[in-house]
Each structure stands twice: as C-alpha cells, then as structure tokens.
C-alpha cells in the first residue's frame, strides 16, 4: 500500500462547487451582453438579488430533484465542474453537473414493464446542466445523460481536472475487468471519417451527450483483484488499487507511459453505419426499443402482404435472380470434389427441400479466383458455397451458404467499439488484430448477433467478458485449443476454462435437425411477446452432423425458413444470429503485402468487390468481396476497417502440409518441393506429417535433403518404453541421452528452440549445435507456424556429411530462423515401421527415445450437452432478466 492519501473527488468541500468559469466562457457572455435588451437587465438584476443558498444546498437540492425522477443519489455525489457565472451567466448560461446515481425502478420481468430496485443496484454517471443563480442557488436541471451505461459495474464518484473527467468502473461479473473512463468534456478530437460519417456521428453525439462535439473518451483496464479507486492528487488524476497507483493524467496531459497493470484501449471512432440502420437506431433512441419493434413489424407486415400478392415468379426468373446474386456463379459445380475418406470433406450435396428442384441447388461449389479467396494450400477447397430454397410457400425464397471445415478454419469473436453495450464499461477494440500473422490468413468475417438492447445475450472475446452469458442461450464458442464449440449454456453463469471466447443469441433454432426444441415465439422481428412470422434479411450459424460449420444468409426469410435451410444442411446444432438489412452479411478478404497481392486483369465490380489498404497496416492491401451482390444497405467493406458492432472473423489454422519447399535448381526432379500426406502413419485429419525432398546448393545439384514436416498441435509426447496398447504412433524418435547446446522440445502443444527445458513436461526430441557446419541433418522450428521441419541429407544412413549452410538459408528463407545441426542423424521411425527413404527399420528403444502419438485435433464440437430442454415457463423468465451487479467479495492475501 502508499502511504500517501489522496483529496476529495473534485476539490475540498468549502470549494468543490466554485469552480470559475473558463476565460473563453467569460468573453462570450461579455458578447452577449451587446445584444441585452433593457428589459433583460432588470430581469438579470432581480435574480441577482435572490436568496443566497448555501454551496452545500445546491448539491443536495441536486440529489432531492433527481430523487423525483427515479434516481437515487446522494449529495456528495454531485459534482459542479462550473459554478456561478454571474449576472448574464444566470440567465443565459448552464451549469454542468455530473451525477452518480442508482436507478430506482428497473426492468421487470415482462418486457416494457419497471419495478422496484431491490438489493445492490449499480451506480452509473448522469450529466446534467444546471441553472444557478449569481448567488449559487440551484434554480432549475435538465439533460440526464448517462456517461457509463453499464448494468453489471459500480461506478465511483467522478473526479475533475479541468475538462477531463475520470471515474472507475468496478466490475460485479466474474472474469470482467475494472474500467477506468477518462472523459474529455470539451469534445471529441478530430474523426477521420468521410463528411457524411462526421455528420452521423454528430447527430449521434447530440442524442446520447446533448452536444454536436460529443465527449471525448478513452478508456483503461486495470489489471487485479478488488475495487479501483480513482482521485485528484498534487494535480494529477491517479488510479489507486489495493497494492499500487500510478496517474494516468499528469501536467502534461494524458500519461502515455503506463505500467503494465493499466491497459490503454483502443479509441477511434469507427464509421457509423448506413443511412438507414443508422436512423434506425437513432429513431429507436427518441422513441424507445418497444415502438421501433411496432414500426418494423408493421414495416414487414406490408411487405409480406405485398409480396404474397405479386404472383409466383417462375422457375426460369428465380434461376435467373439467384445467377445474379451470385453474380453468374450459378449452375453445376465448376469441378467434381468427390469425398475424401480420410476427411470425409466435401460432405455430400444438400437435399433440395422445394421440387422441382434448380440446378446446381445444393450443389457444392469452390471460390477459386486466387484475386479474392484464400484456401490451404496442398490440401481440398477450405470452405464451399451453395444455395437451397426453404420455404415450399415461397419458392423464390433462398438461402445462401458457406460451409468450412473447422479443422482448417479457425472461427474468432471481435468486440465492437460500440456493440455489444458492455456491462462493465469495457470497449471492444473492433478490429481483426494487425499481426502479419493473423492478418495473412484471414479469409472471411460476418454478422454476429443481436444488439444488447436486444436481450442482453453475452459475449466474451479473447478472455474478456464484455456480456455475461444468459441461461440457456444458444451459443457459438472458442476453446483454448482453438475449436469451434457450439451449445446451450446451462443455468449457471461460470465460464468453463476451457472456453475463451463465445457469443450468444437467443435459444437454440435447430438441434439434432429439429426446430425450436425451446419454444421460442419471438425471433427478432416482431414486439417482444408476438408471434414472429415475418419475412426479412436473416442469418444464422450451425454445426453440422459431420462437424462441419456452415454460415446461413437470406433476404426474405421467415425463422420457419431459416431453420429448414439449417435442416437441409444437417445441422446438429444451430443458431440465429442478426437480422435485417444493413445488418447483416459476410466478406470474404485476401490480405497480403503490397508486392504479393495476385495481380487483377480486370476492373472491380463495385457491387460486390473493392480493394484497398488495410486501415492501421501500412504495406498490406485487402481485397474483399461479399458473399452474394444482394446483400442490401450493408457498408462495403466492412470488417476489415474498425467497426462498431461485434462480428466473427475466419482464419486458415495452421496446418500440414502448407505451402511446397522452395526450390533453387531447374529443372526439379520428380516431386522436388511437393509434400506428400498420403500413405503416412496419420491417424486422422488434419495430418500430423508430411515427406518431402528438397536439392538446396545451386553449386551442387547432387546433395539432396529428405524433408519431415510434423505439427506440434497434432501430437503428444510419451517415451518410447511406456506401454499404451491404444496410442496411435506417429513417429517415434531418439535426439540421444545427452541435451546439445542447442535442443528442440515438444512441450505442450508446441515446439520450442531452447538449451535448457522450457518447463515440466517438456519431452527432448531433437539435440545438436546452434551453427550449420557440416554434418548429417538439420532441424528448426518455424516462427509462425510452429511447425518442426527436419531435413536429412539424402545418404546420411550410410555415412553421407555434408556442408548444412545452403539448407540452412533455405529454412531461413521459409521463416525457419531458429535451428539446430546434427553432426549425425536423428535415430527415427515413422509410426509405420519406415524411415524417410520408406523403407523399414526398427523403431529406436533405448531410454531417451520419445515416442509422438496422435492427438485429439481443433475442429468443430457441441459443448454443454448435458443441458436439459426446459419449458418456456423456466427459460424465458430468466432470459429477461436484466444483467444485475454483485459486488465481488474480496480475496484474501
């Protein structure tokens, strides 16, 4: 603990209501004044001579008006950040007070209803503006903004220094941080937004703050255990926990330099949304959620009565509409796929639902234009797309899939900077991280679910609650190993450990190829309570039977048509995610630096395709293009620039065999550079091994390397001498009694570079030199990938040595940069009795030998499969329960 003891919140209390009004305030009353009429003087004068109240009062006649109006406070906490302005400044001028206070009637359990506040209710942070008299006197309030918003942290009494504002929000959610907000009251600084953006997001600003110029903000985590405190100190606003302190404004500004326990978030602005969703949500904000939700079900009531009634189209005019959505892409599949055995992927086609039935409806098709798409190299197509239609009353009605094998992409959750409106005061950063690494792999992003006004459904992200999760929600999640998880969250608010990442939405559409097994009757587009049939932009997510994930998107679906779309799709787990248009669709990105990105031989089509530089990666350029053309009033591009509202991103995982051995001698010899997976002890997919042969020297065309490529994240490590009747050997190797100085070790689900053991548990399976001289192999573990290439001159088992350096460059060249040499051969079987030349040999025995056995792979799973079903009585009440605040109790030392 410091030992020193901070002030009061603002300034002593003889003082805290005082505060002068700021020089360039005082010359534009003294403007003013020119313009007064006689009347106005005399008017200016009788309040002058009013009752002088005390400071003290104003306060508490503050905390009795707001009382009135449903929110409880208390006097010391209200803070003035102006005081009296005098004659004109009666008149003519407003006060700012900020106010810390606690709802006194919150949400009942039936939409649109209040009821008393019982228990702990959170604070949060109103700003109002106040007339006073000369003399101080509080004469009249008005505004109520509220600056925090959260329903699941405790704000504390704000502190002021000069126009900055600071406050800590103290969370009451098991695994959401404490928030520090600092708040600029002088405004926003300037947006790099186009003039229609700085437009929107000044109407926005006068909604939600009274002010064109919004207020600025920047936001902190705190890192730790217990309550945050923030004060004025010497001058500076400091953030004090149970054990440090540090300031987070100084004399100079904002502190750029903070310890490692106070985390900056991220804070643009990121680019309103269209026209339309944007007035949506500004039209919502004057007349409350319930009244939008009449309007858009009246909206979509016409619609429909419209759509009914302008006649069946034919089957040539639906064949037609679709070939334009996807923009000429319709018919029979490009190329047969047939399924792979070993991987089961491509699934089969999709049973058409609607007869008779168009071509190329359910039919698999690959995006191949290397322009736009990104797939893993040297394996079958990443992802496939179709179309099916789903609603026998509608046959014009289709949907729009894209289906991956979540074995080869990894599904991720981005926060927004807006959504979902965080419970703790936590903003998402809404950006795909800006790392070489992620950002090259990145194939997709989409829609996640519903505004939190829309239920409150939770989201974590990357270990951040930002939304508790609600009972029985259907959710999508991301495990610590990377798999993508899907399943309904039991009544009980624990995060499993396992789980990093999830986003839900409502109950769950489809499970095990049945609808709505919860009985749900609202889906988004009516008020609350009404039974939903209407007919609109929908989108949802699934698990298939065969484990593969499938994004669902239409544009006039009812949720009766989503869900047999899902069906068709053999969906064993399936959820809906948002809606509308403008709300709702997918992307697809190629990212890459400048100079690699493939060349287009003809114009963009700006419908559906744009390019560009990747906003915050100088270098890298994205080139994107939407699912189909139709995807209605949604801004284009979307995901790849910062965005308010959360949204899941795909990734390529990481996985055997990657891209061919570069090769550096014309012309190559058979299958120079090509990995081979086939005919390999690989237990399963994603392979765990691949073969290759690779001549490295330009100067010498007759050294040749045999290569083994082996996944980390496949494999686990035992020794060779334990018995395990079950265990699926992958390859089994001896790097011999003694550690080298330089050693590679399987430690956990990584390889890692390193003379000593990273840690317990950690199993030695390569051992030599750092410098390539000259010996018998070489063998590293690339930077990015993880992945363990051991490359063997071609005759070593005979004796053959050689110079390591050209092979050397060459891994280096791939991104290989930490290496090890070996003056002999690593003693080494394949799982299935072979050696890299393929032929037999004996598996090595001795006491050091390390035995890799196969692992259980990242992929696609159900989760929480032991949650009943439970009737509507029991999960709806506590879906509409409002997110409550507990205080955390303290840990002890």
């Not at 901070?6 to 002068?20: G, I, K, M, N």
């Not at 707001?66 to 803070?79: F, I, N, R, S, Y």
């Not at 939008?292 to 009914?308: C, L, R, S």
């Not at 399936?574 to 990105?597: I, P, R, S, T």
Request: aromatic share 8%.
């Amino acid at each position: 603990m410091v030992s020193s003891t901070p002030t009061t919140h603002v300034l002593t209390r003889d003082e805290r209501d005082v505060r002068p009004a700021a020089d360039g305030r005082r010359s534009a009353l003294k403007g003013r004044l020119t313009v007064l009429g006689i009347g106005a003087v005399i008017a200016l004068i009788g309040f002058a001579r009013g009752p002088n109240v005390s400071k003290g009062d104003r306060r508490q006649a503050v905390a009795e008006l707001v009382a009135e109006h449903g929110l409880k406070a208390k006097a010391d906490d209200v803070v003035f950040v102006d005081g009296p302005r005098g004659v004109l400044g009666s008149a003519f001028g407003r006060a700012r007070v900020l106010v810390r206070g606690s709802a006194t009637m919150v949400p009942g359990p039936e939409a649109g209803t209040l009821v008393p506040a019982e228990g702990d209710v959170p604070s949060d942070i109103y700003l109002f503006e106040a007339r006073l008299s000369p003399s101080g006197a509080l004469l009249d309030l008005s505004g109520g903004y509220n600056l925090s918003d959260t329903t699941g942290a405790d704000e504390t009494c704000p502190v002021v220094l000069g126009e900055r504002v600071a406050y800590a929000s103290n969370s009451g959610i098991e695994g959401a941080p404490t928030v520090i907000s600092l708040l600029d009251l002088a405004g926003q600084e300037p947006l790099a937004l186009p003039t229609m953006g700085r437009a929107q997001n000044a109407v926005t600003n006068l909604q939600m703050t009274g002010r064109v110029g919004g207020i600025g903000r920047k936001t902190f985590v705190v890192e730790g255990d217990g309550d945050v405190a923030v004060a004025i100190e010497n001058g500076a606003i400091t953030v004090r926990t149970q054990k440090d302190v540090a300031q987070i404004v100084g004399a100079e500004g904002v502190v750029s330099d903070l310890p490692k326990w106070i985390v900056a978030q991220p804070t643009e602005v990121a680019q309103p949304g269209n026209l339309v969703t944007w007035s949506v949500d500004r039209v919502r904000h004057e007349i409350g959620d319930e009244n939008m939700q009449m309007i858009k079900q009246a909206y979509f009531e016409a619609k429909d009565f419209f759509m009914k009634h302008k006649g069946e189209a034919t089957q040539e005019e639906v064949a037609a509409d679709i070939s334009e959505e996807m923009g000429e892409e319709i018919g029979p599949p490009k190329r047969e796929i047939p399924v792979d055995p070993e991987t089961g992927w491509p699934p089969p086609p999709l049973e058409p639902w609607v007869t008779p039935s168009l071509e190329g409806e359910g039919q698999w098709n690959v995006k191949e234009d290397e322009a736009f798409y990104r797939h893993q190299p040297n394996l079958p197509p990443s992802y496939l797309t179709t179309f099916i239609r789903s609603d026998k009353m509608r046959k014009d009605t289709r949907v729009f899939i894209l289906l991956w094998d979540p074995r080869m992409i990894e599904l991720s959750m981005q926060a927004g900077t807006v959504e979902p409106k965080s419970a703790t005061g936590k903003a998402g950063p809404g950006i795909i991280p800006r790392t070489p690494d992620v950002m090259k792999r990145v194939v997709a992003a989409s829609n996640a679910g519903f505004q939190a006004l829309h239920g409150e459904f939770g989201m974590m992200a990357d270990g951040v609650v930002y939304l508790p999760p609600k009972p029985y929600g259907a959710t999508v999640m991301k495990l610590r190993d990377g798999t993508t998880a899907f399943g309904t969250w039991p009544n009980d608010a624990t995060v499993p450990d396992q789980v990093v990442s999830y986003r839900q939405n409502m109950t769950v559409m489809v499970q095990d190829e049945a609808f709505n097994p919860y009985d749900r009757t609202w889906w988004g587009g009516t008020v609350p309570g009404a039974e939903d049939k209407t007919h609109t932009v929908r989108t949802g997510i699934c698990l298939t039977k065969e484990k593969f994930v499938g994004y669902f998107y239409g544009a006039d679906l009812s949720p009766e048509a989503l869900a047999q779309a899902m069906i068709q799709a053999r969906c064993s787990y399936g959820l809906a995610l948002d809606m509308n248009a403008g709300h709702a669709g997918l992307e697809f990105y190629k990212v890459a630096q400048h100079d690699k990105m493939p060349a287009l031989d003809r114009g963009l089509d700006g419908k559906w395709e744009a390019e560009g530089e990747v906003p915050g990666m100088p270098g890298w350029d994205f080139r994107a293009k939407r699912l189909i053309k139709g995807m209605g009033l949604m801004s284009f591009p979307r995901y790849i620039k910062r965005e308010a509202r959360d949204y899941f991103y795909l990734t390529l995982r990481w996985v055997v065999p990657g891209e061919n051995l570069p090769t550096v001698i014309e012309p190559l010899v058979e299958n120079e550079g090509a990995w081979e997976t086939k005919n390999l002890p690989q237990h399963g997919f994603p392979y765990a091994i691949a073969l290759s042969q690779v001549r490295p020297d330009k100067a010498d065309a007759s050294q040749s390397f045999r290569v083994l490529e082996l996944d980390p994240r496949m494999v686990t490590g035992q020794r060779a001498s334990t018995d395990d009747a079950a265990a699926k050997t992958i390859a089994t190797m001896d790097p011999g009694a003694n550690a080298g100085a330089a050693n590679i070790w399987l430690f956990g689900r990584a390889f890692l570079v390193s003379k000593d053991s990273p840690g317990k548990g950690a199993v030695r399976v390569v051992s030599g030199e750092e410098s390539p001289g000259k010996g018998a192999a070489i063998a590293c573990v690339h930077d990015e990938s993880g992945m363990l290439y051991y490359a063997e001159l071609k005759d070593a088992a005979t004796g053959a040595r050689g110079s390591l350096s050209a092979m050397s460059a060459l891994l280096t060249s791939m991104g290989c940069t930490q290496q090890v040499s070996l003056a002999e051969p690593l003693a080494l079987a394949l799982g299935d009795g072979t050696n890299l030349a393929r032929t037999a040999v004996h598996p090595p025995k001795s006491s050091s030998a390390v035995r890799l056995v196969r692992a259980e792979a990242a992929g696609g799973a159900r989760f929480f499969e032991d949650t009943p079903v439970v009737p509507r009585s029991e999960w709806y009440p506590l879906q509409q329960q409002r997110i409550r605040y507990h205080k955390k109790p303290a840990k002890q030392d």
